[in-house]
């Protein structure tokens, strides 16, 4: 693997040789000194066009954890806004040395277009662009979900082959929805989406999962339900749903999470809009794993640094158990 695009280039082997590597960098933000020497002298770019701020600085923590040198970049506050284009920007930043390229952008394929148009040479690993893909959300995702539908242990080497994940909101303008259904289903999870009929993708039929408009008889047979935000500012106005109607509908409150088997889990990918799509009850609930997730982002981009730029999983066990 040269670049990490989407999470539907991934093989089941590639995506658990991923989850494992991470568990394995896990084991470096348990020591008292949360550094490996992996990367030390490469150099990563975190070129982000658009506001982010957990995968930004997961990006960021992932790399110093790594040793590389890390360069960030916001659209904001630079020549983009004199007109330079993505290619020129990608190239000035290569020319000071750069080994990978971390790219966050509004349009969908832009990560694509730098990776496979000869611009660079470095590494691209997509942070989320437009409404298409988001691939290290949804590997932080499952690495969650085997976590705690399985075990930190007893996971290793495993997929999620039968479990049932219920991915609930606005579908439409969702890269996470669309990297989870990619990535679960290659892991064999059974994936449901519930959302409003104007807020599905045209298209969602021959998407690798099944659709549902009712949330209440969806969640007695669901292991993980993921909210999702409604993202308002992809949306023409005339578009919105009211709050309340959202809320009633398809929100997640206390009195609709007890419907869901005892040791069902809730996930958010980030930035949660509490009582539209979750209430604060269930948000701060020991079964919320939100923090979980960005806690085990940061392990996930870790492994897939480790990966891309030339390491292998049991280099990366020696390194995490010596200390080194
Ligand atoms: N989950 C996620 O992508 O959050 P940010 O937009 O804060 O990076």
Redesign the pocket.
């Known amino acids: 693997m040269r670049h990490l695009i989407s999470a539907a280039d991934l093989t089941r082997d590639d995506a658990v040789l991923i989850l494992d590597t991470a568990e394995e960098m896990a084991r470096v933000a348990d020591r008292p000194i949360k550094k490996l020497p992996t990367l030390r002298g490469r150099t990563v770019v975190n070129l982000f066009f658009e506001?982010?701020?957990?995968?930004?600085i997961s990006f960021e923590a992932a790399e110093k954890r790594l040793s590389a040198d890390v360069i960030n970049f916001t659209a904001k506050g630079s020549s983009v806004s004199k007109g330079e284009s993505l290619k020129d920007t990608a190239q000035t930043l290569e020319a000071m040395g750069v080994d990978a390229v971390v790219i966050r952008h509004g349009a969908s394929g832009a990560p694509y277009r730098l990776a496979t148009s000869g611009w660079i040479d470095a590494a691209v690993i997509n942070a989320?662009d437009g409404t298409h893909q988001?691939p290290t959300?949804a590997l932080l995702d499952a690495f969650t979900m085997r976590r705690r539908l399985i075990g930190r242990d007893t996971g290793l080497g495993q997929d999620l082959t039968g479990r049932r994940v219920t991915v609930v909101g606005d579908i439409l303008h969702s890269r996470?929805a669309r990297s989870n259904v990619d990535l679960l289903h290659t892991l064999g999870a059974e994936v449901t989406l519930v959302a409003p009929p104007t807020l599905l993708p045209i298209g969602v039929g021959e998407w690798p999962c099944e659709v549902s408009y009712d949330l209440d008889r969806v969640l007695p047979k669901t292991d993980a339900v993921m909210m999702l935000r409604v993202q308002r500012e992809r949306m023409n106005a005339a578009f919105f749903p009211t709050e309340r109607e959202y809320s009633r509908r398809y929100g997640l409150d206390g009195e609709r999470m007890a419907r869901m088997p005892g040791d069902a889990i809730v996930m958010h990918?980030?930035?949660m809009v509490r009582g539209m799509e979750i209430t604060a009850e269930v948000a701060d609930s020991d079964r919320c794993t939100v923090l979980e997730q960005v806690t085990n982002g940061v392990s996930i981009r870790m492994a897939v640094l480790y990966l891309l730029l030339g390491g292998n999983e049991s280099e990366a066990a020696h390194q995490a158990q010596a200390g080194t």
Do not use: A, I
Request: hydrophobic share 10%; charged share 25%.
């Open positions: 506001d982010s701020t957990r995968t930004r989320g988001h959300q996470v990918p980030g930035p």
